[in-house]
């Protein structure tokens, strides 16, 4: 009889270490701690030439007419050399040129200003949505269970219940009101030198989040002066069957010492 008593204490002791594990869970400083965050650490800035091929974006898109003819985009659009300095608060787009020299473009410099807006907009929400900044503070009350994706973490925001998803990795996947499909957004992180880097983040036009009416932005990344920073930046907005693409090159940072 010993020997069956021996092995029954045995597995009991394996369903009850199982199920010890099967209940842990990480904290919010873990998770948090997973995510590539430069501008907490001494990134202050980075400025970068924006490269973009307006003759390939019109095989992409359906064209309006309003943003110029091909000879004009060709010989007054294309050499435009289009810069954009990125900060922890914001994202501020350049032509080189005064607003008065912009207007004198062909069709008042609507080419320009639309590919400003797509710039600007891409990376806000690079900033809005890369790194720790769609988490819960540090020290906030937060509520974090295993779930069927990996791990599901709950929170009140004023009079919102927000929900988040991770992977088993701690990759956030959506965040939103629970409860509320439409107020959704989705996520992909993937592995960094650093942390977790935001590769796509998708969200609804007007706060209605489903097929058809997303805005999905994805990002791939290069180094420089020791940081993660996008390099191809892509814009898909499903509505209007719209695509934009442009990279980043010649950037240079500003960091504190």
């Known amino acids: 009889m010993r020997p069956f008593c021996s092995s029954f204490v ?5 369903v ?4 010890q594990a099967a209940v842990s869970v990480p ?4 998770i948090r701690a997973k995510y590539d965050t430069p501008f907490e650490r001494n990134l202050q800035a980075f400025t970068c030439t924006v490269e973009f091929n307006w003759k390939q974006h019109f095989t992409e898109v359906i064209r309006l007419g309003d943003e110029g003819t091909d000879e ?3 010989q007054s659009i294309q050499p435009i050399r289009t810069r954009v300095t990125v900060t922890r608060q914001n994202t ?6 005064t607003e008065d020299e912009e207007h004198k473009l062909p069709h008042g410099g609507m080419a320009e200003g639309l590919l400003k807006h797509a710039v600007q907009y891409s990376l806000n929400n690079w900033l809005a949505a890369s790194g720790t900044a769609l988490l819960p503070p540090a020290g906030a009350s937060a ?6 994706s990996g791990y ?4 009140r925001i004023q009079t919102f219940d927000v929900e988040m998803l991770f992977t088993p990795d701690l990759g956030l996947q959506s965040e939103g009101v629970k409860g509320s499909p439409s107020d959704t957004r989705e996520t992909d992180f993937r592995p960094g030198p650093q942390g977790f880097l935001l590769s796509s983040f998708r969200q609804g036009e007007d706060g209605d ?5 997303r805005v999905v932005l994805t990002y791939t990344y290069q180094n420089v002066g020791g940081f993660q920073l996008p390099e191809q930046v892509a814009i898909n907005r499903e509505s209007h069957h719209e695509n934009w693409h442009y990279k980043l090159t010649n950037c240079s940072i500003q960091a504190a010492k």
């Open 16 to 19: 009850s270490c199982h199920a």
């Open 152 to 155: 599901k973490l709950g929170l």
């Open 143 to 148: 509520h974090i269970e295993p779930s069927a």
């Open 27 to 30: 904290d919010l400083n873990q």
């Open 72 to 74: 004009e985009i060709a």
């Open 10 to 14: 045995l597995s009991l002791c394996a």
């Open 92 to 97: 501020v787009v350049s032509s080189g040129m």
């Open 209 to 213: 989040f489903r097929l058809g009416n």
